[in-house]
Structures are given as structure tokens and as C-alpha cells.
């Protein structure tokens, strides 16, 4: 390497110091009434000083902006000039300064790094002091905080240094269980946005409905099949002989039933706004179900989903026969199905997120990258990664760093 060459970063061997931590610096700090130009304005009057930006902060809230610029300090004797320059032109503009000397960069970041989601409906401050009190006191630092969504929920994300990811998610669960809010906390890195296959349960999670009780409703047997189902979701029966069992009370039927269950079939507050966003950021997306193709099939092709899989009602003669053909698919078969669709999308189990409210789901749930438990029974939200407890299936979106400023924005692109 020639001497005028400069050295990268990235090859400067580990523990190098890349900038003396005593060099002077000076934080400028503006604010007031947000305006255009007030960024162009500042910087303008630093250029007279032949001052390098070492970081820059600008946050705008209810029309009220605070801008903050880290800069080396000025050539000797010229301090005195630059902060009575920065004052004048500060109130020229109606704002307000203040400038603080001191030496160096930030404070560097500790490790074990996290970013924690908080879901309120709404967030209140006592929840949001608590939920800060829990991340300092497992020694944690909160690096910084930004609003991702402020409807349907509020969804707020602090980028929080210094503990584990998973000690930290132990002691925020309990706090967020104590408050009655909802908090995610994941590792930070570049892997957040590189998860690209989402997998959902159907019944209770895609949709609001469990398509079995919908079946039954025609049959007559809607509240004997209700009490099964709501057993094997708790973990209470074998899914496989709680399938039969209840696909049993089917028998006879006539097979026109099925155009009516799939005209019954609500989807949940979200779903289309979480499929259509995650598409058009180039995420392929699923769904795997205790319940039947001949529902699921529609949802794939309403919806435009890329993968599908669930169990199938045999149909002779126009009539359902009580029976399901083909493989079934219970709580082992879903964590195997997730791993097919990513085999099949070509992205690494790690980069999978699945989302699903029965104990059927846990093992996809636990298998994905990060799994989600979405309005769950008790033993899958103590088991999943985070739990999101509000009824929109959207707020997922903001698990992964997705605001709900660039899903609006998106939708008036697109129309």
C-alpha cells in the first residue's frame, strides 16, 4: 500500500484505535420550530470553520425539531468566533443553541447488542417506565429510541447495548406480562432484514375463524367439535387423533358445503396489509394448516401467497366421507413444512419467521428464526420467541424493523 493511499477500516487489525479519543470536539445542539433549511443553514455557517462532522442527529416531533451535530473543534482561536456565529444564526432563524465542548466520539456501544419492540394499545407512560427500568436494570444502556408505528398500536423500538439478547428478553417477558403490553426483543444485525419466508398458521391466526367449526356449523355438531378443538390447542389431546375424532362428526355432508365455508372464512384485522407489504419487499410467504386444502387452496390464490399446505377432506360421491386423505399435518408436520418451503425458497431456515397461536405451532414456531405467538394460548406465548397480543396481524411488520410511515407510503406508490 503507498503512503497516500488510505487504509480501510475493515483492514486495520481488531483493537486498533481508529480515532484518538482525546481529539477536542464540540456538540452543537439546535432546536425550535421545525422549518425547511435549518439543516442546509447549520452546516452552512460550520463550513466557515473548516470543522469535519464526526455524527448527526435530527429528530422532529409534533412539529418541534432538535438537530444535534458532533464536529471536531474549530482551528485555534477561532471557538469563540464560531459559537457567537452559531448563536446569531440560530436566532435569526428563531431557534435555539447550545454548543458543549468536550473531547472524542460517542460513548462506543456495548456488546451484546438488542433492539426491543413495544407494542401498546395504547402505550402508556407508566408501561413505557417500566419497560425502561427493566432494560437498565439488567445493566443495559438504552442507545436510542424511534417510533415505528403510531396506529393501529403504538410500536416504539429502543436500540438497547450491553446484556445478552436472551437474558434481556427473559426479564423484559415478565415486566411486559406484568404491564400488559407486548415486547419483542431480537439480536441486532444485518440478519433483521434479511429474513425473507414468513409462515403462518391459518385458524386463529391467518383468520379469525377455526374452518373445522365453520364445517360443523353445516352439520350440526359445531359445539362437540369447538370442545375438541379448543383441547388439542391447549395441549391437552393428540392432534392427529383429535383431527380424526372431529373430522368424523363430518361424515355425509354434501360436498357444496365447502363454496359456503369459504365465503364464511374472516380474515384477520392486517392480513392483507402484512401479505402485500411483505411481497412487495420481496419476502415469499406461507401458510400451514391443521385445516383443509379445500380452504387453504382459495386463501393461496386469493391472496397470492407461495406456499400452502394443509390437511385434505375426502370427498366420494359429493359427500364428505368423515375421513382426510393424504399427509397429515399436526405439530411436528408444520415445523417439517417450514422447513420444506425454505429448502424450496432457497433462504436459510435462520432467515424464517413463523407465526402461530396453538400448541400445535410450537415446533414451527420454535424451529424459524424467530418465531412469533400471535393472540396465543398461555403455554405458546411462554414458549415462542416474542408474543404480539393485540388483533391486528400487521403490527408483525414492526418485529422486523418495518414502520408503518413505509407501508402507507408503499400503498400511495402502488395506487
Keep these: 500500500m503507498s503512503a497516500s493511499q488510505p ?46 462532522v464526526v455524527d448527526i442527529e435530527q429528530v422532529v416531533t409534533r412539529g418541534r425539531m432538535v438537530l444535534c451535530a458532533l464536529v471536531t473543534a474549530p482551528p485555534a482561536g477561532l471557538e469563540g468566533d464560531l459559537r457567537s456565529t452559531v448563536h446569531s444564526w440560530a436566532e435569526s432563524m428563531k431557534m435555539q ?22 407494542l401498546g394499545h395504547p ?3 407508566e408501561s413505557t417506565a417500566a419497560i425502561a427500568a427493566t432494560i437498565t436494570g439488567t445493566g443495559s444502556n438504552i442507545d436510542r429510541i424511534f417510533r415505528l408505528a403510531k396506529y393501529p398500536v403504538t410500536a416504539v423500538e429502543f436500540a438497547v447495548s450491553g446484556t445478552e439478547t436472551e437474558a434481556l428478553r427473559t ?9 400488559g403490553v407486548d415486547v419483542a426483543v431480537v439480536a441486532a444485525g444485518l440478519h433483521r432484514r434479511a429474513q425473507r419466508l414468513v409462515v403462518m398458521d391459518v385458524d386463529s391466526t391467518l383468520i379469525q375463524d377455526e374452518v373445522i367449526e365453520l364445517f360443523a356449523a353445516h352439520a350440526g355438531c359445531e359445539a362437540e367439535v369447538a370442545e ?23 361424515a355425509g355432508l354434501d360436498a357444496s358445503v365447502v363454496d ?7 380474515l384477520t384485522p392486517g392480513a392483507r396489509t402484512l401479505i402485500r407489504t411483505l411481497k412487495r419487499l420481496g419476502f415469499q410467504v406461507g401458510v400451514v394448516s391443521g385445516g ?5 387452496d382459495d386463501l393461496k390464490e386469493r391472496l397470492g401467497l407461495d406456499f400452502a399446505q394443509a390437511n385434505t377432506l375426502e370427498i ?25 418451503f425454505a429448502t424450496e425458497a432457497g433462504v436459510p431456515l435462520a432467515q424464517t419467521v413463523a407465526i402461530g397461536d396453538g400448541a400445535n405451532d410450537l415446533d414451527m414456531l420454535n424451529a424459524a428464526g424467530l418465531g412469533v405467538a400471535f393472540n396465543a394460548k398461555p403455554v405458546v406465548r411462554e414458549a415462542a420467541h416474542t408474543a404480539v397480543n393485540v388483533p391486528f396481524l400487521d403490527t408483525v411488520l414492526y418485529l422486523l424493523g418495518i414502520t408503518r410511515e413505509e407501508v402507507e407510503t408503499a400503498d400511495l406508490h402502488e395506487a
Design 123 to 125: 402505550l402508556t407512560a
Design 228 to 250: 375438541v378443538t379448543a383441547a388439542a390447542m391447549r395441549g391437552e389431546l393428540d392432534f392427529e387423533q383429535s383431527l380424526h375424532a372431529r373430522v368424523a362428526l363430518l
Design 292 to 296: 383443509f386444502t379445500q380452504v387453504t
Design 316 to 340: 366420494v360421491d359429493g359427500r364428505l366421507t368423515g375421513k382426510v386423505t393424504g399427509e397429515i399435518v399436526d405439530r411436528a408436520g408444520k415445523a417439517r413444512l417450514l422447513r420444506r
Design 7 to 52: 487504509q480501510h477500516p475493515a483492514d486495520v487489525p481488531a483493537g486498533t484505535e481508529l480515532a484518538a479519543a482525546d481529539v477536542p470536539t464540540l456538540l452543537v445542539k439546535i432546536f425550535g420550530k421545525d422549518r425547511p433549511g435549518i439543516t442546509a443553514g447549520l452546516f452552512d455557517t460550520l463550513a466557515a470553520y473548516s470543522v469535519d
Design 97 to 118: 443553541a447550545e454548543i458543549i465542548s468536550g473531547t472524542g466520539d460517542n460513548r462506543p456501544r456495548g456488546t451484546g447488542r438488542s433492539l426491543v419492540t413495544v
Design 260 to 266: 359456503k365455508v369459504r365465503s364464511e372464512v374472516r
Design 171 to 179: 426479564a423484559l417477558a415478565i415486566e411486559a406480562a406484568q404491564q
